[in-house]
């Protein structure tokens, strides 16, 4: 696979990255830690370099399993993980947090659940509206410069955020999710990214699945499963929402190719400092993903994606009202 670069920083990684997060949390029951770790270095083996996991996957437990899977082929990959949030004594999520102090004990902690000696790409998972911006930029510039972090990414940070950060420290990427299903970022996000030359890398770009076609309108998610808590997969808006997946099915089939194969290669053809990272944990799914890579969709085949996607209005919020306050717009 031909790299793409992220940022202005010359950032090289594969075109398709690896989300982590379903592997330790969101999605169900964690698999035998062994069958991750042999699934990992698989996907090196595929031609990943890019791994994204954070501090609040578990917590804690995926970037302890993305460190062991990669530390014999540390020199090879990119690894992308996340501070922003607090925990409580038990160790569970409980609000969001920059204090610089707390940036600095968090990368800590990183570095040693990753076994690694930098941090390739931090990225602050969610904006703290307490701290300024400007004094996050500036503490992981102070942990550049020292070392432990190669380069300083965003996440779910709105237009005027982006810029007071980059300001103080070049933003290599921004991270939010962006598909056929979620194309908010198009208004002003992706014209402000290539303006500042800071590469995009969409989360969830199948829609949590949605965008594979494995749904339908009696598909029920199960214990531990956060689909089962988001407004748009409640069974009314699933089952409007897939009239969607209905119109992308069918270029898919006059491609020979996937629903989930045709929406990563719209993302690819958006732009080329675009990197999409779609999370999966079953090796078959992880090499129908990467064969988006090859499939060559003509502006005939965009036009038509595009028009589907426009002529239905996807029903649901992507989060519950509480989350959906920790977005920075």
Known sequence: MNART??????????????CMGMSSGYGPRPPRDEMITFLRAAVDRGVTLFDTAEVYGPFHNEELVG?????VRDDVVIATKFGFAYDDNGNQAGVTSRPDDIRAAVDGSLRRLRTDAIDLLYQHRVDPDVPIEDVAGTVKELIEAGKVR????????????????????????QSEYSLFWREPEDEILPAL???????????PLG????TGQ???????GEGDMRASLPRFEQQALEANL??????TEVAQRKNATVGQVALAWLLAQQPWIVPIPGTRRLERLEENLGAVQLDLTADDLADLDHASASVQVQGDRY?????RMIDR
């Open 68 to 72: 062991e899977a990669l530390q014999p």
């Open 243 to 248: 009239a969607l997946v209905d119109l992308v």
């Open 215 to 221: 749904f339908t309108a009696g598909t029920e998610f």
């Open 320 to 324: 519950p009202e509480a989350m959906q």
């Open 6 to 19: 992220l940022g202005s920083q010359d950032l090289q990684v594969s075109p398709l990255g690896l989300g």
């Open 208 to 211: 949590r699945g949605f965008l």
């Open 151 to 174: 380069h300083f990414g965003m996440s779910e940070a709105g237009v005027a955020t982006i810029r007071r950060a980059h300001a103080v420290q070049p933003v290599t990427a921004l």
């Open 194 to 204: 290539e303006e500042l030359g800071i590469g995009f890398v969409p989360f969830s």
